[in-house]
């Protein structure tokens, strides 16, 4: 076909519509696709003059269409990254910022200042259990005490640091020390 204008390519689309929209859901797997597809389409074919020379108009009009639809799956999978990308910036860091690095810092100097206050054994059965992860039983048996007395001096090390950090009645390591 030689000088097939735009509105004879529009016509062959009404024409064959049925036949377009089956053909693109196939290859797109969308019905969805396939109607705003051809809607693009019609409203890309609504110029005047001529389209040149066009050997298929069928075919012309089917590349037109999975051109189209081709496009707007890339925006839309564009679009997505995207989406992801700004979702992921608004992730808060899990690492913690300079302030509360020093403070994180100071706090556990405040810790460490206090524990070195408590009686010599109940250090030792402080950093046994809650840092070595001894049990309680290992623990009486290495320092030659009872279960019973582990525990309750467990008990009372948790007591005297809750009073000594609450009150700061500790001697004060961050004062250069």
Not at 11 to 19: G, I, V
Not at 24 to 52: K, M, N, V, Y
């Amino acid at each position: 076909m030689t000088g097939t204008t735009w509105t004879a390519l529009r016509d062959l689309l009404a024409l064959r519509y049925d036949d377009f929209r089956t053909r693109l859901i196939r290859q797109f797997g969308s019905e969805e696709i396939a109607s705003e597809t051809l809607h693009e389409t019609w409203l890309r074919l609504d110029r005047p003059g001529s389209a040149g020379q066009v050997r298929s108009p069928p075919a012309f009009l089917m590349r037109i269409a999975a051109n189209i639809a081709k496009d707007q799956q890339r925006a839309e999978r564009r679009k997505t990254k995207r989406h992801e990308a700004d979702e992921a910036l608004d992730v808060a860091d899990p690492a913690p910022d300079p302030a509360r690095t020093v403070e994180a810092k100071l706090d556990l100097k405040k810790v460490e200042a206090a524990i070195a206050q408590l009686p010599k054994r109940t250090q030792a059965i402080l950093m046994a259990s809650r840092l070595n992860g001894m049990s309680h039983q290992a623990i009486a048996d290495k320092l030659g005490i009872s279960k019973r007395t582990v525990l309750y001096e467990l008990k009372q090390a948790v007591v005297l640091l809750d009073v000594m950090l609450k009150n700061n009645s500790y001697s004060d390591c961050t004062d250069g020390g």
